[in-house]
């Protein structure tokens, strides 16, 4: 398969435990996205990388979230001190971007993330 | 603050007829505009797009028009199909942000036969 792939695809954790993510991108892709949704809602951006550089962060992504993309492939996104409105979907996407041109951005299927 | 606006949480259409999405901005900063389709257990898919220079693009049965003056754009399918039965999203890109997109609450189509 040679989609966005996420893992895990369900957690659950108890309020105050740290849970990380991992998104693998489409492999020639070079732009890694991640977002949060949840019920009702739609997709809100969080955070961006080109390559391995974090080139933009939402006010949506506190001091308890840490996202890397440490070799500009796969990338992580920690969230520590979970809260139970830390409770969403996670969705990671990736692009290609060449020259001024900016492809569309792909999904993965998500990681729901519920906080007890 | 919502600045891509859904204000129809579902819409029940026969098969074969036309469906209509409507999505509301009130950015005009706005460059472009996506439209994005869900099934359950599913990431959102990417389905259409348009440039702000724009004022309609088809894509099959796809059509999205864009009224600048109304911040307004629509999503017109025809004709309807089982498969298209989903959560349609539309979404907006910033020209401060070229990768930043910004979703509406979305639309639960339902396609009846």
């Known amino acids: 398969d040679t989609g966005v792939s996420q893992d895990p695809r369900h957690k659950i954790t108890k309020r105050g435990q740290n849970v990380t993510f991992r998104c693998d991108p489409i492999?020639?892709?070079?732009?890694l996205y991640w977002y949060r949704q949840t019920l009702g809602q739609g997709p809100e951006f969080l955070t961006y990388f080109q390559n391995e550089a974090q080139l933009e962060k939402s006010r949506l992504l506190s001091d308890r979230f840490s996202a890397e993309r440490p070799k500009g492939s796969f990338s992580t996104l920690e969230i520590q001190r979970t809260e139970q409105g830390d409770s969403a979907m996670y969705l990671c996407?990736?692009?290609?971007?060449?020259?001024?041109?900016?492809?569309?951005?792909?999904f993965g299927p998500g990681t729901r993330l519920t906080v007890l | 603050d919502q600045q891509v606006k859904q204000n129809s949480p579902s819409l029940s259409v026969q098969e074969g007829r036309i469906s209509i999405l409507n999505c509301d901005y009130t950015?005009?900063?706005?460059?472009?505009f996506l439209w994005y389709k869900k099934y359950p257990a599913e990431g959102p898919t990417f389905l259409i797009s348009i440039s702000s220079i724009k004022d309609k693009n088809e894509d099959g049965r796809f059509t999205v028009f864009l009224n600048k003056s109304a911040k307004h754009l629509s999503l017109h399918i025809v004709p309807s199909q089982p498969g298209d039965s989903a959560v349609y999203f539309c979404?907006?890109?910033?020209?401060?942000?070229?990768?930043?997109?910004?979703f509406g609450s979305g639309t639960r189509l339902s396609i009846r036969p």
């Open positions: 996407a990736s692009s290609l971007k060449v020259g001024l041109e900016d492809n569309e951005q792909f």
């Open positions: 979404a907006a890109r910033p020209y401060s942000s070229a990768s930043k997109i910004i």
């Open positions: 492999s020639e892709h070079n732009r």
């Open positions: 950015n005009s900063m706005f460059d472009y």
